[in-house]
């Protein structure tokens, strides 16, 4: 008898079950949000969909049953996150449920950016906001490297995360972040905070982070790497030894 093989799918987990979830956590601060209808037409249309189109239909669900003020929306999103994840993993196991709300701010909250980056701040202690940030650092620039500068000195090893991780010109599963690519320097002065980070979790960031540039603009990073380089800080000297070890040229020394 053949044995019924298992579904170990991440997919399965964004049907109507999170609707369910999600639409139980809304309705205790938002007494008017139909949960019947948000996991009704969730369960109608997710079908056939993959985790990625799955998630943003819930967000547009979202969108769709929630107040049409984003601001008043993101409160009440913001507002049933729940406690902050204190590990570095989890975020994809224990907080995957936030996915669809990194993705309703992502969408919906371009016209109101400092709301959305407010919302952004909140998800990424939980899940993560690099993939949400994107929009807001193509449309604000400006505006969104002075929140990320911020982020990069903060106590919150979550957000120091996302000054790199947000900031990446190849994160993977994301489009290509092209904004900076003539000029990093704005970038890399946020990774300048972040090269002695003794937080894992952070130092990988910024190690990938150095490993994009290699590949979009490896003569603007190689200064950066060779000045890195000659740090004594054992954690420095672990990001440049990450973002180099796929290349065959050695960008630590000088040309």
């Not at 049907?15 to 956590?25: H, I, K, Q, S, V």
């Not at 008043?72 to 570095?88: F, M, P, Q, Y």
């Not at 690099?130 to 000195?153: H, S």
Request: proline share 4%; net charge positive.
């Amino acid at each position: 008898m053949a044995t019924e093989k298992k579904d170990y799918s991440f997919t399965k987990y964004f049907g109507e079950n999170l609707a369910e979830l999600l639409g139980n956590r809304i309705v205790k601060v938002h007494k008017g949000f139909n949960t019947r209808d948000y996991v009704q037409s969730v369960k109608k249309k997710c079908e056939g969909l993959s985790y990625k189109q799955r998630v943003e239909l819930h967000a547009d669900e979202l969108f769709r049953l929630l107040p049409p003020n984003f601001e008043r929306s993101a409160d009440i999103l913001v507002s049933v996150l729940g406690e902050e994840n204190k590990k570095e993993t989890g975020m994809f196991t224990n907080f995957y449920w936030v996915l669809p709300v990194g993705k309703f701010v992502e969408k919906y909250g371009l016209e109101h950016p400092e709301a959305a980056l407010d919302a952004i701040e909140e998800i990424t202690k939980r899940n993560t906001g690099e993939y949400a940030v994107r929009p807001y650092i193509r449309r604000y620039p400006k505006q969104t490297l002075k929140r990320m500068n911020k982020w990069a000195e903060s106590d919150n090893f979550h957000l120091r995360r996302l000054a790199s991780e947000g900031l990446r010109p190849k994160l993977p599963w994301a489009t290509k972040l092209e904004t900076f690519l003539e000029n990093p320097d704005p970038v890399f002065q946020i990774l300048e905070k972040l090269k002695e980070d003794e937080v894992m979790f952070v130092k990988k960031s910024v190690g990938n982070h150095l490993a994009d540039w290699i590949k979009v603009n490896p003569t603007a990073v190689s200064k950066l790497i060779q000045r890195w380089s000659k740090s004594n800080n054992v954690h420095t000297q672990w990001i440049v030894k990450r973002a180099t070890r796929k290349f065959e040229i050695d960008f630590r020394r000088e040309k």
